[in-house]
Structure formats: C-alpha cells, structure tokens
C-alpha cells in the first residue's frame, strides 16, 4: 500500500497559466476526493467521483476548473487562467465505499499552488 | 456558512495533561462525525470517528464525545504528548447523503514537554 499520490508536491505559476495536478489513489479505492486548504482554513470540498463518474461538484468548482478521472484509477485537477485567488494546498483523498459508515479518506500529501 | 466549527484555533497542554478539542456543527442532517490530524507539509491523516447512535468512542488515548442536541463534540487526549502537536479537524457528514466530508477550521495543539 503505497498510499494518496500527488504530483506535483509544489507548483509556482504566473497568473493567467493553466495548471494540472495529478492524484494516484490507493488502488482499490474507488471514490477519490479533491479538496482545497487556504492558510487558517480547513480543507474544503471541491468534488468527488465514484469509479469514473463524477458524482458532485462544489459551487466553489468554477468554469476555470475540471476534474477527470477517466478509467476510474487516477484523476486530474486543472485548473485554467489561474488567479492568485487559486493559491492554495490542493488535497486528494480516496476511501473504499464499502459501507455509508466507512468513512475514512486517506489523504495526499496536497500540491501547493503559488499563482504570482 | 460554516457548518463545522471549530472555535479554538489553537491551545497548549502541558506534557501528559488532558487536550480538550471542541467542535460544533449546525447541520442537523450530519450523522457523523471524524476527527483528522495534520502535521505541516502532510495530508490529514484519520484519528477517530464516531456515528451520531453513539455519545463516546475511545480509541487508546483518543476519545471522542457527541452531544447530539447541543450539536456539540470533542476530542479529549488522555495522556497528552509532544507528538500530538498538530492541526486537529473537527470533519462531518450525512452517511445517508451525499457522503460529502465537511471539515471545521481546525485547532492548533502544542504540548509542551
């Protein structure tokens, strides 16, 4: 078990650029989560997806930003026209949905967004 | 709307003392509940979670309390270490729902030795 990969660990970008961030979750997880983690703030929902299918997407999840997942392994966030408002830790989480009350989300390590 | 709160950004503990880590929620629809820990520089990691049938659940150091109708729990660290320094997530979701993990804000515990 190797564990919620993400890549890159930190990314600095100038405002107008499209980023991509990938995620490798644990392999027989089959729900993968992205969040983002501002400075003082907990981690907030962005959207997650079962298997290849992208179940719900949060109001924070602008046009600028889209989330694949296309063989129901790893996933990719970008986002395009980056901002500076887009600084921020972004974290992957997976989990085994086997039970409503399994509710453990292993987490990455996140990528952390510098937009200059 | 923040849902979970967290209103504590931070406290200090002397070394093997008791941690007292409060949370409060406004959604009436979350049936669980979980608490994550996180060093700098690392994702959450799980600590202890426990379902709204339940007012307690002990993990080793680690017990969670639920007080449902103040929408109100805590974490409590019983003996108290420096290696629990850490961020402390106060997280929350409807298991009937969407399943969607509504995190608080967080607690900074330092423990001093």
């Known amino acids: 078990d190797t564990g919620v990969s993400q890549n890159p660990r930190h990314k600095i970008t100038k405002r107008g650029q499209n980023v991509t961030f990938r995620c490798d979750p644990i392999s027989e997880h089959n729900r993968l989560y992205w969040y983002r983690q501002t400075l003082g703030q907990g981690p907030e929902f962005l959207t997650y997806f079962q298997n290849e299918a992208q179940l719900e997407k949060s109001r924070l999840l602008s046009d600028r930003f889209s989330a694949e997942r296309p063989k129901g392994s790893f996933s990719t966030l970008e986002i395009q026209r980056t901002e500076q408002g887009d600084s921020a830790m972004y974290l992957c989480?997976?989990?085994?949905?086997?039970?409503?009350?399994?509710?453990?989300?292993?987490f990455g390590s996140g990528t952390q967004l510098s937009v200059l | 709307d923040q849902q979970v709160k967290q209103n504590s950004p931070s406290l200090s503990v002397q070394e093997g003392r008791i941690s007292i880590l409060n949370c409060d929620y406004t959604?009436?629809?979350?049936?669980?509940f979980l608490w994550y820990k996180k060093y700098p520089a690392e994702g959450p990691t799980f600590l202890i979670s426990i379902s709204s049938i339940k007012d307690k659940n002990e993990d080793g150091r680690f017990t969670v309390f639920l007080n449902k109708s103040a929408k109100h729990l805590s974490l409590h660290i019983v003996p108290s270490q420096p290696g629990d320094s850490a961020v402390y997530f106060c997280a929350a979701l409807n298991s009937g729902g969407y399943q969607k993990v509504t995190f608080g804000t967080g607690t900074k515990l330092q423990v001093i030795p």
């Open positions: 959604n009436s629809m979350f049936d669980y």
């Open positions: 989480a997976s989990r085994l949905w086997d039970s409503p009350t399994n509710e453990k989300l292993f």
